[in-house]
Protein backbone atom coordinates (compact mmCIF):
# COMPACT_ATOMS: atom_id res chain seq x y z
CA UNK A 1 0.00 0.00 0.00
CA UNK A 2 1.22 3.74 -0.84
CA UNK A 3 2.56 5.16 1.99
CA UNK A 4 1.73 8.84 2.81
CA UNK A 5 4.90 10.95 3.09
CA UNK A 6 2.86 14.42 4.10
CA UNK A 7 1.05 13.98 6.85
CA UNK A 8 -1.94 15.17 8.21
CA UNK A 9 0.24 17.07 10.82
CA UNK A 10 3.09 17.63 9.30
CA UNK A 11 3.23 21.68 9.11
CA UNK A 12 4.24 23.23 5.61
CA UNK A 13 5.02 26.56 5.11
CA UNK A 14 4.34 28.33 1.82
CA UNK A 15 5.45 31.51 1.16
CA UNK A 16 4.41 33.86 -1.41
CA UNK A 17 0.74 32.36 -0.87
CA UNK A 18 -1.12 35.31 -1.75
CA UNK A 19 -0.54 35.11 -5.62
CA UNK A 20 -2.39 33.43 -8.38
CA UNK A 21 -0.22 30.29 -7.57
CA UNK A 22 -0.37 30.30 -4.35
CA UNK A 23 -4.07 30.38 -4.31
CA UNK A 24 -4.06 26.95 -5.83
CA UNK A 25 -0.85 25.57 -3.68
CA UNK A 26 -3.28 26.18 -0.72
CA UNK A 27 -6.22 24.71 -1.83
CA UNK A 28 -4.00 21.45 -2.75
CA UNK A 29 -2.71 21.81 0.97
CA UNK A 30 -5.05 22.68 3.15
CA UNK A 31 -7.03 20.02 3.76
CA UNK A 32 -4.06 17.05 3.86
CA UNK A 33 -1.63 19.00 6.50
CA UNK A 34 -1.22 22.20 8.36
CA UNK A 35 -0.56 24.64 6.66
CA UNK A 36 1.00 28.07 7.15
CA UNK A 37 0.90 30.24 4.73
CA UNK A 38 2.20 34.08 4.01
CA UNK A 39 2.61 37.05 1.91
CA UNK A 40 3.59 40.14 1.55
CA UNK A 41 0.02 40.64 0.50
CA UNK A 42 -2.13 39.67 3.05
CA UNK A 43 -5.40 39.32 0.84
CA UNK A 44 -6.72 36.80 2.71
CA UNK A 45 -7.54 36.02 6.48
CA UNK A 46 -5.52 32.86 6.23
CA UNK A 47 -2.35 34.57 5.75
CA UNK A 48 0.43 35.74 7.56
CA UNK A 49 2.52 38.54 6.89
CA UNK A 50 6.53 37.59 5.62
CA UNK A 51 8.62 39.34 3.79
CA UNK A 52 10.92 36.91 2.78
CA UNK A 53 13.86 39.59 1.79
CA UNK A 54 14.58 40.09 5.09
CA UNK A 55 16.95 37.41 6.60
CA UNK A 56 15.66 37.36 10.56
CA UNK A 57 12.04 38.03 9.63
CA UNK A 58 12.63 34.82 7.72
CA UNK A 59 14.38 32.60 10.56
CA UNK A 60 12.13 34.09 13.22
CA UNK A 61 9.19 32.97 11.60
CA UNK A 62 10.42 29.55 10.89
CA UNK A 63 11.86 28.85 13.91
CA UNK A 64 8.58 29.58 15.41
CA UNK A 65 6.60 27.51 13.49
CA UNK A 66 9.28 24.73 12.99
CA UNK A 67 7.65 23.48 9.47
CA UNK A 68 8.50 19.82 8.38
CA UNK A 69 8.11 21.21 4.42
CA UNK A 70 8.57 24.76 2.51
CA UNK A 71 6.94 25.51 -0.88
CA UNK A 72 8.82 28.84 -1.70
CA UNK A 73 6.61 30.75 -3.90
CA UNK A 74 8.17 34.30 -3.00
CA UNK A 75 9.14 36.55 -6.13
CA UNK A 76 9.01 39.73 -7.39
CA UNK A 77 7.55 38.20 -10.70
CA UNK A 78 6.53 41.84 -12.70
CA UNK A 79 9.61 41.79 -14.97
CA UNK A 80 8.86 45.42 -15.69
CA UNK A 81 9.48 46.05 -11.84
CA UNK A 82 12.65 43.82 -11.59
CA UNK A 83 14.08 46.16 -14.17
CA UNK A 84 13.61 48.97 -12.70
CA UNK A 85 14.35 47.50 -9.62
CA UNK A 86 17.31 44.94 -9.68
CA UNK A 87 18.39 45.33 -6.19
CA UNK A 88 14.56 44.83 -5.26
CA UNK A 89 14.44 41.67 -7.27
CA UNK A 90 17.13 40.28 -6.09
CA UNK A 91 17.09 40.99 -2.73
CA UNK A 92 13.87 38.76 -2.85
CA UNK A 93 14.15 35.96 -5.71
CA UNK A 94 17.93 35.69 -4.76
CA UNK A 95 18.59 36.61 -1.25
CA UNK A 96 15.09 35.10 -0.08
CA UNK A 97 15.72 31.71 -1.05
CA UNK A 98 19.19 31.64 0.26
CA UNK A 99 17.29 32.58 4.20
CA UNK A 100 15.35 29.57 3.16
CA UNK A 101 17.70 27.45 2.07
CA UNK A 102 19.80 28.07 5.51
CA UNK A 103 16.93 26.95 7.58
CA UNK A 104 15.71 23.78 5.05
CA UNK A 105 19.47 22.62 5.78
CA UNK A 106 19.80 23.04 9.31
CA UNK A 107 16.64 20.60 10.05
CA UNK A 108 16.95 18.84 6.85
CA UNK A 109 13.81 19.48 5.66
CA UNK A 110 12.45 19.43 2.13
CA UNK A 111 12.14 22.42 0.00
CA UNK A 112 9.73 23.19 -3.23
CA UNK A 113 11.56 26.67 -5.14
CA UNK A 114 9.30 27.27 -8.36
CA UNK A 115 11.46 28.63 -10.67
CA UNK A 116 10.77 29.84 -14.78
CA UNK A 117 11.50 29.10 -18.36
CA UNK A 118 12.58 32.94 -18.29
CA UNK A 119 15.80 31.79 -17.33
CA UNK A 120 16.91 30.38 -20.63
CA UNK A 121 17.59 32.83 -23.31
CA UNK A 122 14.93 31.62 -26.58
CA UNK A 123 17.46 30.96 -28.98
CA UNK A 124 16.89 27.31 -28.57
CA UNK A 125 12.93 26.49 -30.04
CA UNK A 126 12.45 24.40 -26.60
CA UNK A 127 13.98 23.83 -23.31
CA UNK A 128 14.53 20.61 -21.69
CA UNK A 129 15.72 20.19 -17.91
CA UNK A 130 19.37 19.70 -18.87
CA UNK A 131 19.56 23.10 -21.37
CA UNK A 132 22.00 25.34 -19.90
CA UNK A 133 20.43 28.44 -18.61
CA UNK A 134 21.38 31.84 -19.94
CA UNK A 135 18.47 34.55 -18.78
CA UNK A 136 18.59 37.75 -20.37
CA UNK A 137 16.23 39.95 -18.08
CA UNK A 138 16.74 41.12 -14.73
CA UNK A 139 13.77 38.81 -13.60
CA UNK A 140 15.17 35.98 -15.21
CA UNK A 141 18.78 36.17 -13.67
CA UNK A 142 17.86 36.65 -10.31
CA UNK A 143 15.26 33.83 -10.48
CA UNK A 144 18.06 31.82 -12.13
CA UNK A 145 20.53 32.60 -9.04
CA UNK A 146 17.50 31.80 -6.71
CA UNK A 147 16.87 28.42 -8.42
CA UNK A 148 21.25 28.02 -7.79
CA UNK A 149 20.70 28.86 -4.32
CA UNK A 150 17.64 26.08 -3.99
CA UNK A 151 19.57 23.70 -5.39
CA UNK A 152 22.08 24.08 -2.50
CA UNK A 153 19.34 22.42 -0.49
CA UNK A 154 19.84 18.73 0.59
CA UNK A 155 16.18 17.96 -0.49
CA UNK A 156 15.01 20.53 -3.01
CA UNK A 157 12.63 20.10 -5.67
CA UNK A 158 13.26 22.57 -8.17
CA UNK A 159 9.98 23.34 -10.82
CA UNK A 160 10.18 25.77 -13.54
CA UNK A 161 7.09 26.62 -14.42
CA UNK A 162 5.80 28.51 -18.00
CA UNK A 163 3.29 30.74 -18.93
CA UNK A 164 1.17 30.91 -15.46
CA UNK A 165 -2.59 31.07 -15.80
CA UNK A 166 -4.96 30.56 -12.68
CA UNK A 167 -6.86 32.10 -9.75
CA UNK A 168 -9.63 33.69 -11.71
CA UNK A 169 -10.81 37.18 -11.99
CA UNK A 170 -9.52 38.11 -8.76
CA UNK A 171 -5.84 36.32 -8.62
CA UNK A 172 -4.66 36.25 -11.90
CA UNK A 173 -2.35 38.63 -13.00
CA UNK A 174 -1.32 37.16 -16.38
CA UNK A 175 -2.08 36.88 -19.74
CA UNK A 176 -5.48 35.39 -19.41
CA UNK A 177 -6.99 37.93 -16.97
CA UNK A 178 -5.37 41.52 -18.63
CA UNK A 179 -7.44 39.88 -22.19
CA UNK A 180 -10.38 39.42 -20.18
CA UNK A 181 -10.28 42.70 -18.44
CA UNK A 182 -9.70 44.81 -21.75
CA UNK A 183 -13.41 42.21 -23.29
CA UNK A 184 -14.85 43.30 -20.04
CA UNK A 185 -14.18 47.26 -20.76
CA UNK A 186 -15.47 47.12 -24.06
CA UNK A 187 -12.39 46.32 -26.56
CA UNK A 188 -13.69 44.24 -29.50
CA UNK A 189 -10.08 44.37 -31.05
CA UNK A 190 -7.38 43.02 -29.16
CA UNK A 191 -3.50 43.50 -30.47
CA UNK A 192 -1.77 40.34 -29.39
CA UNK A 193 2.09 39.23 -30.37
CA UNK A 194 2.86 36.49 -32.42
CA UNK A 195 6.53 36.17 -32.02
CA UNK A 196 6.73 35.32 -28.68
CA UNK A 197 6.65 31.53 -27.98
CA UNK A 198 6.09 28.89 -24.81
CA UNK A 199 4.32 26.43 -22.69
CA UNK A 200 0.94 27.37 -20.75
CA UNK A 201 1.23 26.38 -17.26
CA UNK A 202 -2.53 25.97 -15.17
CA UNK A 203 -1.76 26.79 -11.56
CA UNK A 204 -4.35 24.08 -10.16
CA UNK A 205 -2.05 21.40 -12.17
CA UNK A 206 1.32 22.63 -11.13
CA UNK A 207 0.02 22.31 -7.31
CA UNK A 208 -1.01 18.79 -8.34
CA UNK A 209 2.49 18.37 -9.55
CA UNK A 210 4.50 20.01 -6.47
CA UNK A 211 1.63 17.42 -3.97
CA UNK A 212 3.28 14.37 -6.39
CA UNK A 213 7.02 15.55 -6.45
CA UNK A 214 7.16 16.26 -2.44
CA UNK A 215 5.11 13.34 -1.27
CA UNK A 216 7.06 10.75 -3.04
CA UNK A 217 10.05 12.39 -2.51
CA UNK A 218 11.61 13.02 -5.91
CA UNK A 219 14.00 15.77 -5.66
CA UNK A 220 15.81 17.65 -8.62
CA UNK A 221 14.99 20.10 -11.15
CA UNK A 222 11.70 19.95 -13.03
CA UNK A 223 9.56 21.45 -15.43
CA UNK A 224 5.96 21.96 -14.23
CA UNK A 225 4.42 23.17 -17.57
CA UNK A 226 1.32 21.82 -19.58
CA UNK A 227 1.56 19.47 -22.64
CA UNK A 228 2.03 21.32 -25.64
CA UNK A 229 3.39 25.10 -26.56
CA UNK A 230 2.07 27.88 -28.68
CA UNK A 231 2.22 31.79 -29.46
CA UNK A 232 0.75 34.62 -27.49
CA UNK A 233 -1.47 34.88 -30.58
CA UNK A 234 -2.53 31.37 -30.88
CA UNK A 235 -2.86 31.21 -26.96
CA UNK A 236 -5.08 34.48 -27.28
CA UNK A 237 -7.08 33.07 -30.33
CA UNK A 238 -8.18 29.95 -27.72
CA UNK A 239 -8.97 31.46 -25.14
CA UNK A 240 -11.53 33.54 -26.98
CA UNK A 241 -12.92 30.74 -28.86
CA UNK A 242 -13.52 28.90 -25.02
CA UNK A 243 -15.27 32.22 -23.59
CA UNK A 244 -17.30 31.67 -26.60
CA UNK A 245 -16.38 35.08 -28.36
CA UNK A 246 -14.85 33.89 -30.90
CA UNK A 247 -17.49 35.98 -33.28
CA UNK A 248 -17.23 39.11 -31.27
CA UNK A 249 -13.73 39.76 -30.25
CA UNK A 250 -11.28 40.45 -33.26
CA UNK A 251 -7.14 39.14 -32.63
CA UNK A 252 -5.20 41.38 -34.26
CA UNK A 253 -1.56 39.72 -34.92
CA UNK A 254 0.99 42.04 -34.21
CA UNK A 255 5.00 42.27 -33.37
CA UNK A 256 6.29 42.39 -29.40
CA UNK A 257 7.70 45.78 -31.24
CA UNK A 258 4.66 46.86 -30.52
CA UNK A 259 4.63 47.05 -26.94
CA UNK A 260 8.42 47.76 -26.33
CA UNK A 261 7.67 50.73 -24.36
CA UNK A 262 5.31 49.27 -21.62
CA UNK A 263 6.83 45.63 -22.14
CA UNK A 264 10.70 46.69 -22.22
CA UNK A 265 12.04 43.64 -20.03
CA UNK A 266 13.88 41.41 -22.65
CA UNK A 267 11.42 38.52 -23.03
CA UNK A 268 13.12 35.53 -25.29
CA UNK A 269 11.60 34.54 -28.10
CA UNK A 270 11.08 30.97 -27.53
CA UNK A 271 10.28 30.01 -23.48
CA UNK A 272 8.22 26.52 -24.81
CA UNK A 273 9.82 24.00 -21.95
CA UNK A 274 9.01 20.38 -22.27
CA UNK A 275 8.90 18.10 -18.80
CA UNK A 276 10.37 15.12 -20.09
CA UNK A 277 11.12 13.99 -16.13
CA UNK A 278 7.81 14.58 -14.99
CA UNK A 279 5.97 13.04 -17.85
CA UNK A 280 8.37 9.87 -17.15
CA UNK A 281 7.46 9.26 -13.65
CA UNK A 282 3.89 10.73 -13.93
CA UNK A 283 2.36 10.51 -16.85
CA UNK A 284 -1.02 11.24 -15.64
CA UNK A 285 -0.08 14.45 -14.30
CA UNK A 286 -0.08 17.22 -17.30
CA UNK A 287 -2.36 16.93 -20.51
CA UNK A 288 -2.01 19.52 -23.51
CA UNK A 289 -2.64 23.61 -22.29
CA UNK A 290 -6.04 23.70 -24.50
CA UNK A 291 -7.62 20.98 -22.21
CA UNK A 292 -6.61 23.26 -19.05
CA UNK A 293 -7.70 26.80 -20.84
CA UNK A 294 -10.70 25.27 -21.24
CA UNK A 295 -11.42 24.29 -18.16
CA UNK A 296 -10.31 27.91 -16.98
CA UNK A 297 -12.60 29.62 -18.23
CA UNK A 298 -15.39 27.71 -17.55
CA UNK A 299 -13.66 27.61 -13.59
CA UNK A 300 -14.51 31.08 -13.08
CA UNK A 301 -17.34 33.85 -13.39
CA UNK A 302 -15.18 36.40 -15.76
CA UNK A 303 -18.64 38.30 -16.35
CA UNK A 304 -18.37 39.03 -19.99
CA UNK B 1 -16.63 35.61 10.23
CA UNK B 2 -16.41 34.79 6.73
CA UNK B 3 -20.41 35.37 6.48
CA UNK B 4 -20.47 39.04 5.06
CA UNK B 5 -17.59 37.74 2.94
CA UNK B 6 -19.02 35.29 1.51
CA UNK B 7 -22.45 36.75 0.99
CA UNK B 8 -20.83 39.55 -1.40
CA UNK B 9 -19.24 36.33 -3.14
CA UNK B 10 -21.78 34.95 -3.95
CA UNK B 11 -23.17 36.28 -7.03
CA UNK B 12 -24.66 33.23 -8.37
CA UNK B 13 -28.49 33.60 -8.35
CA UNK B 14 -30.51 29.86 -7.96
CA UNK B 15 -33.07 30.86 -9.52
CA UNK B 16 -31.63 31.03 -12.99
CA UNK B 17 -29.18 27.98 -13.87
CA UNK B 18 -26.43 27.58 -11.90
CA UNK B 19 -23.44 29.05 -12.86
CA UNK B 20 -20.46 25.90 -12.86
CA UNK B 21 -21.49 22.53 -10.33
CA UNK B 22 -18.86 19.80 -9.82
CA UNK B 23 -20.54 16.51 -8.80
CA UNK B 24 -18.65 13.50 -7.49
CA UNK B 25 -19.76 10.25 -6.06
CA UNK B 26 -17.60 7.96 -4.18
CA UNK B 27 -17.94 4.22 -5.79
CA UNK B 28 -17.33 1.20 -4.06
CA UNK B 29 -18.86 -2.48 -4.66
CA UNK B 30 -21.19 0.21 -7.28
CA UNK B 31 -21.27 -1.85 -10.38
CA UNK B 32 -24.80 -2.37 -10.78
CA UNK B 33 -25.75 1.15 -9.67
CA UNK B 34 -23.29 3.72 -11.15
CA UNK B 35 -25.40 2.73 -14.85
CA UNK B 36 -28.79 4.05 -13.14
CA UNK B 37 -26.99 6.83 -11.22
CA UNK B 38 -24.90 8.53 -13.16
CA UNK B 39 -27.00 8.84 -16.56
CA UNK B 40 -29.82 10.04 -14.48
CA UNK B 41 -26.75 12.95 -12.86
CA UNK B 42 -26.10 13.86 -16.33
CA UNK B 43 -29.41 14.79 -17.36
CA UNK B 44 -30.24 16.62 -13.99
CA UNK B 45 -26.85 18.68 -14.26
CA UNK B 46 -27.75 19.76 -18.04
CA UNK B 47 -31.22 20.94 -16.73
CA UNK B 48 -29.53 22.91 -13.18
CA UNK B 49 -26.37 24.20 -15.06
CA UNK B 50 -24.57 25.60 -17.83
CA UNK B 51 -21.41 24.15 -16.89
CA UNK B 52 -20.39 20.76 -14.93
CA UNK B 53 -18.50 18.21 -14.28
CA UNK B 54 -19.46 14.33 -12.94
CA UNK B 55 -16.21 12.78 -11.15
CA UNK B 56 -16.93 9.42 -10.02
CA UNK B 57 -13.91 8.29 -7.59
CA UNK B 58 -13.92 5.15 -7.23
CA UNK B 59 -12.33 3.92 -4.02
CA UNK B 60 -10.62 0.63 -4.77
CA UNK B 61 -13.67 -1.74 -5.29
CA UNK B 62 -13.05 -5.60 -5.48
CA UNK B 63 -15.49 -5.64 -8.52
CA UNK B 64 -16.23 -4.13 -11.60
CA UNK B 65 -17.13 -0.76 -9.99
CA UNK B 66 -13.94 0.57 -12.24
CA UNK B 67 -14.32 -0.84 -15.23
CA UNK B 68 -18.08 0.06 -15.27
CA UNK B 69 -17.32 3.62 -14.23
CA UNK B 70 -14.68 4.14 -17.21
CA UNK B 71 -17.25 3.07 -19.51
CA UNK B 72 -19.27 5.81 -18.18
CA UNK B 73 -16.68 8.59 -18.55
CA UNK B 74 -15.97 7.64 -22.20
CA UNK B 75 -19.81 8.01 -22.96
CA UNK B 76 -19.85 10.91 -21.20
CA UNK B 77 -17.71 13.65 -22.29
CA UNK B 78 -17.58 15.77 -18.71
CA UNK B 79 -17.28 12.87 -16.67
CA UNK B 80 -14.17 11.38 -15.10
CA UNK B 81 -13.46 8.50 -13.14
CA UNK B 82 -10.43 8.77 -10.34
CA UNK B 83 -9.28 5.66 -8.85
CA UNK B 84 -7.89 3.95 -5.79
CA UNK B 85 -5.73 1.19 -5.81
CA UNK B 86 -6.29 0.26 -2.31
CA UNK B 87 -9.62 0.68 -0.34
CA UNK B 88 -9.13 4.34 1.55
CA UNK B 89 -12.58 4.36 2.84
CA UNK B 90 -15.45 6.53 2.80
CA UNK B 91 -13.88 9.75 4.50
CA UNK B 92 -10.89 9.56 2.09
CA UNK B 93 -13.03 9.43 -1.12
CA UNK B 94 -15.21 12.07 -0.29
CA UNK B 95 -12.22 14.91 1.16
CA UNK B 96 -10.66 13.59 -2.40
CA UNK B 97 -14.01 14.21 -4.71
CA UNK B 98 -14.03 17.98 -2.55
CA UNK B 99 -10.07 18.24 -3.42
CA UNK B 100 -10.52 17.91 -6.99
CA UNK B 101 -14.05 19.23 -7.76
CA UNK B 102 -13.36 22.71 -9.13
CA UNK B 103 -16.98 24.49 -10.23
CA UNK B 104 -18.49 27.03 -7.92
CA UNK B 105 -20.94 24.59 -6.63
CA UNK B 106 -20.53 21.29 -5.53
CA UNK B 107 -22.39 18.51 -4.85
CA UNK B 108 -22.20 14.88 -3.95
CA UNK B 109 -24.16 11.61 -3.30
CA UNK B 110 -23.21 8.41 -2.86
CA UNK B 111 -22.72 5.60 -5.86
CA UNK B 112 -24.72 3.33 -4.14
CA UNK B 113 -28.07 5.48 -5.79
CA UNK B 114 -29.86 5.74 -2.48
CA UNK B 115 -31.12 9.01 -3.06
CA UNK B 116 -32.39 10.52 -6.08
CA UNK B 117 -30.83 13.71 -7.17
CA UNK B 118 -33.84 15.20 -8.53
CA UNK B 119 -35.04 15.72 -4.94
CA UNK B 120 -32.67 18.74 -5.48
CA UNK B 121 -34.67 20.47 -7.72
CA UNK B 122 -37.15 22.36 -5.83
CA UNK B 123 -34.40 23.43 -3.34
CA UNK B 124 -32.20 24.74 -5.34
CA UNK B 125 -33.36 27.93 -4.70
CA UNK B 126 -32.02 27.83 -0.90
CA UNK B 127 -29.09 28.29 -2.61
CA UNK B 128 -30.03 32.09 -2.64
CA UNK B 129 -29.29 32.58 1.01
CA UNK B 130 -27.62 29.08 1.90
CA UNK B 131 -23.91 28.40 1.87
CA UNK B 132 -24.79 24.73 1.83
CA UNK B 133 -27.48 23.04 1.35
CA UNK B 134 -28.17 19.70 2.95
CA UNK B 135 -31.36 16.41 2.69
CA UNK B 136 -32.53 15.03 5.40
CA UNK B 137 -34.28 11.73 5.93
CA UNK B 138 -36.78 11.23 9.08
CA UNK B 139 -35.02 8.68 11.05
CA UNK B 140 -38.05 6.06 11.42
CA UNK B 141 -38.41 6.27 7.02
CA UNK B 142 -34.63 5.45 6.40
CA UNK B 143 -34.21 2.25 3.88
CA UNK B 144 -32.24 0.40 6.23
CA UNK B 145 -31.95 -1.74 9.05
CA UNK B 146 -33.32 -1.00 12.73
CA UNK B 147 -29.56 -1.26 13.84
CA UNK B 148 -28.50 1.52 11.55
CA UNK B 149 -31.20 3.48 12.70
CA UNK B 150 -30.52 3.53 15.98
CA UNK B 151 -26.53 4.05 15.21
CA UNK B 152 -27.48 7.12 12.75
CA UNK B 153 -29.85 8.70 15.53
CA UNK B 154 -27.15 7.91 18.55
CA UNK B 155 -24.55 9.67 15.80
CA UNK B 156 -26.64 12.69 15.23
CA UNK B 157 -27.47 13.21 19.12
CA UNK B 158 -23.98 12.60 20.35
CA UNK B 159 -22.46 15.35 17.47
CA UNK B 160 -25.64 17.75 18.58
CA UNK B 161 -25.06 17.30 22.75
CA UNK B 162 -20.99 17.15 22.34
CA UNK B 163 -20.57 20.21 20.18
CA UNK B 164 -23.75 22.28 21.80
CA UNK B 165 -24.94 22.85 17.93
CA UNK B 166 -28.53 21.55 15.63
CA UNK B 167 -27.64 19.44 12.41
CA UNK B 168 -29.75 17.56 11.14
CA UNK B 169 -29.10 13.79 9.55
CA UNK B 170 -25.27 14.56 8.97
CA UNK B 171 -24.44 12.09 7.29
CA UNK B 172 -27.51 12.45 4.46
CA UNK B 173 -25.15 12.00 1.50
CA UNK B 174 -27.54 14.77 -0.80
CA UNK B 175 -25.57 18.17 -0.19
CA UNK B 176 -24.35 21.06 -2.11
CA UNK B 177 -21.52 23.33 -1.08
CA UNK B 178 -20.89 26.78 -2.47
CA UNK B 179 -16.55 27.45 -3.51
CA UNK B 180 -16.28 29.60 -1.36
CA UNK B 181 -17.19 27.39 1.76
CA UNK B 182 -15.11 24.65 0.43
CA UNK B 183 -12.07 27.59 -0.07
CA UNK B 184 -12.25 28.40 3.60
CA UNK B 185 -13.22 25.61 5.65
CA UNK B 186 -10.47 23.36 6.51
CA UNK B 187 -11.19 19.25 6.15
CA UNK B 188 -8.90 16.82 8.49
CA UNK B 189 -10.99 13.61 9.09
CA UNK B 190 -10.40 10.90 6.87
CA UNK B 191 -12.97 8.64 8.43
CA UNK B 192 -16.90 8.76 8.38
CA UNK B 193 -17.16 11.83 10.44
CA UNK B 194 -15.95 14.18 8.17
CA UNK B 195 -19.88 15.37 7.18
CA UNK B 196 -19.89 16.14 10.71
CA UNK B 197 -16.53 17.50 10.64
CA UNK B 198 -17.21 20.24 7.77
CA UNK B 199 -20.85 21.03 9.05
CA UNK B 200 -19.09 21.72 11.84
CA UNK B 201 -16.91 23.71 10.92
CA UNK B 202 -19.23 25.92 8.32
CA UNK B 203 -20.80 26.55 11.38
CA UNK B 204 -18.31 27.74 13.16
CA UNK B 205 -17.76 30.25 10.65
CA UNK B 206 -20.79 31.53 10.38
CA UNK B 207 -21.96 29.73 6.77
CA UNK B 208 -25.96 29.30 6.39
CA UNK B 209 -26.78 25.65 5.97
CA UNK B 210 -30.70 24.80 4.96
CA UNK B 211 -32.03 21.52 4.93
CA UNK B 212 -34.48 20.06 2.67
CA UNK B 213 -36.56 16.59 2.99
CA UNK B 214 -35.59 13.94 0.92
CA UNK B 215 -36.77 9.84 0.51
CA UNK B 216 -33.85 7.38 1.03
CA UNK B 217 -34.38 4.72 -1.87
CA UNK B 218 -33.70 0.74 -0.79
CA UNK B 219 -30.59 -0.37 -1.90
CA UNK B 220 -30.77 -2.22 -5.59
CA UNK B 221 -27.03 -3.27 -5.38
CA UNK B 222 -23.99 -3.43 -3.75
CA UNK B 223 -22.83 -3.77 -0.13
CA UNK B 224 -22.94 -0.65 2.60
CA UNK B 225 -19.74 -0.64 4.71
CA UNK B 226 -20.80 2.31 7.19
CA UNK B 227 -21.58 -0.22 10.38
CA UNK B 228 -18.23 -2.03 10.05
CA UNK B 229 -16.42 -2.14 13.54
CA UNK B 230 -13.20 0.00 12.54
CA UNK B 231 -15.59 2.12 10.53
CA UNK B 232 -17.22 3.37 13.12
CA UNK B 233 -13.82 3.71 15.51
CA UNK B 234 -12.36 6.02 13.32
CA UNK B 235 -15.53 7.79 13.26
CA UNK B 236 -15.33 8.56 16.92
CA UNK B 237 -11.68 8.74 17.25
CA UNK B 238 -11.82 11.78 15.05
CA UNK B 239 -15.14 12.86 16.43
CA UNK B 240 -13.20 13.27 20.11
CA UNK B 241 -9.86 14.38 18.21
CA UNK B 242 -11.87 17.74 16.70
CA UNK B 243 -14.18 18.23 19.75
CA UNK B 244 -10.72 18.52 21.83
CA UNK B 245 -9.00 20.67 19.31
CA UNK B 246 -6.53 18.20 18.00
CA UNK B 247 -8.26 17.01 14.58
Given at each position: ?201 YTYNLAKS ?16 C ?58 LT ?5 Y ?12 | ?247
Open positions: MHINMIHINNKIVITGCGGMLGEAVYREFKNISDVYASDIDCNESWLDFLDVSLEQDVIDYLEKIKPDYIIHLAAKTDMEYCERNSDDAYFTNRDGVSYIVKYANKYSIPLVYISTAGIFDGKKDFYTENDRPNPLSIYGKSKYEGEIEAGKAYKSIIIRAGWMMGGGPKKDKKFVNKIIKQINTGAQKLNVVNDKFGTPCIYFLLNNEHYGIYHGTDGDCSRYNFAIALVEYLGLKDKIYIEEVSSDFFKDSYFAPRPYSEKLINIKLKKIAPHKDWKILKEYTKRFNWIL | MFNNKAREKNISRASDKLSSISFFCPAYHDEKNLPMLIPKVHKFLSNIADIFEIIIIEDGSPDNTGGVADELSLKYSNARVIHHKNNLGYGATLKQGFQESCYEYVMYTDGDYQYDVYEFEPYLNLLYDADIISGYVDNNRKAVSTVRKLQSFLFNTIICVFFVTYVKDINCSLKIYKRHVLDNIIIRSDSAFIDAEMLLRAKKANFVIKYFPVTHYQREAGIANGSKPNVILKTILDMIKFRFGVL
